[in-house]
């Protein structure tokens, strides 16, 4: 009886943990996440497009819409009810490291260019489910400062003959084009990577089917120059085994705005739920390539809580079968002394 009992036992904590190894890994090959881009701006039913403007200027000159339609918004509205709406430039200001906070009121070195926008109407009244085009000139000082230049472009709704003034009504309710500008003369550009960073450690966690936590790597960028810099970077996905590719993020191209440190953040979408990857990030800024490469061990939070199960259920089951073995062999004794008890009781008749 106690020999099959242990056979079962064996069985069982020898097929579970394959078994549950399996049945995560099937699961986290499964979960795909997607990722989508657009070409403009939108706040509620106001949109504008396109969401980023370049241009380059020569001092003590004026910019107006032309055939490249590079000074020509188009500002829709996708409600369905008559919309007006004002238009407003003011400075671009990033005041953090991931690039989603701003100050839209302090005017610097760089910023002047919100001086130098001009609107040919201030105000427009869009139908309902129309489009209007919106163009405006750049007229460029005669001294102003080499390098680059940042504003936004804000098509503000109009409420009760008002319009969003304040900062926190500005970004809440309007919908923003930001212009860089590059003012020719003198150009200065250096970057310096601070820190490339991937966590050797991952815990992925589902909600709807989507991984929120997906393997990433993030690098730090500063701007020290005085023109915004490109910077690239993506994640190479290999088998810790033999080293063959099995996966590749897409390029991540993010600006840097001069006097700013930027964090740029590369995901692997499609991570699993569980595995053993090399990650390598690769990251392009100035022509100058920087990588580091990190194992990376994926596990989901229920593994990590059943592994210290499994191993309590080893050492118990491996504790009553030590205590098995040495019963069946201390029962064994008596029953050879009663044997030869009952050999020379018999030789005694």
């Known amino acids: ?57 020569d001092p003590d000159d ?19 009810k008559p919309m007006t709406i004002g238009m407003q430039a003011r400075p671009l200001n990033v005041t953090n490291a991931t690039y989603d906070k701003f100050d839209f009121q302090k005017e610097t070195l760089r910023t002047q260019l919100s001086r130098w926008i001009v609107f040919d109407k201030s105000q427009y009244t869009i139908g309902a489910n129309e489009t209007v085009e919106v163009p405006f000139r750049v007229a460029v000082p005669p001294d102003p400062p080499s390098g680059g230049q940042y504003a936004v472009i804000a098509a503000v709704p109009i409420v009760a003959g008002e319009q969003a003034k304040d900062q926190a009504e500005l970004a809440a309710s309007s919908a923003l084009t930001w212009v860089y500008a590059r003012v020719s003369g003198e150009i200065h550009q ?43 970077t993506e994640l190479l996905i290999y088998s810790v085994f033999n080293y063959k590719e099995v996966a590749k993020t897409k390029t991540i191209q993010a600006d840097v705005l001069p006097g700013t440190e930027r964090k740029i953040v590369a995901i692997w979408e499609d991570s699993p739920a569980i595995g053993l990857f090399k990650v390598k990030q690769v990251v392009r800024v100035m022509n100058k390539g920087h990588e580091i490469t990190q194992v ?27 205590a098995l073995k040495r019963r069946k062999k201390s029962g064994a004794k008596p029953k050879q002394a009663r044997k030869k008890v009952k050999l020379e009781a018999k030789e005694d008749i």
């Open 1 to 57: 009886m106690w020999y099959n009992i242990k056979v079962k036992l064996k069985k069982t904590l020898g097929n579970f943990l394959p078994a549950a190894l399996l049945l995560a890994i099937t699961f986290g090959l499964s979960q795909v996440a997607t990722h989508a881009a657009d070409g403009a701006t939108t706040s509620g039913s106001l949109s504008i497009a396109p969401a980023e403007r370049r241009i380059t200027v």
């Open 62 to 80: 004026t910019y107006t819409a032309d055939a490249s339609g590079a000074f020509v918004l188009h500002v829709s509205n996708t409600s369905e």
């Open 190 to 232: 250096e970057a310096k990577v601070q820190s490339v960073t991937i966590d050797n450690f991952q815990l992925p966690k589902y909600d709807n089917g989507k991984n929120q936590q997906p393997v990433q790597g993030a690098t730090v960028v500063k701007n020290s120059g005085n023109v915004d810099l490109k910077v690239e």
């Open 296 to 322: 990376v061990l994926i596990v989901p939070i229920w593994l990590l809580v059943a592994a210290p199960v499994a191993l309590v259920l080893l050492i118990v089951t491996a504790v009553v079968l030590v």
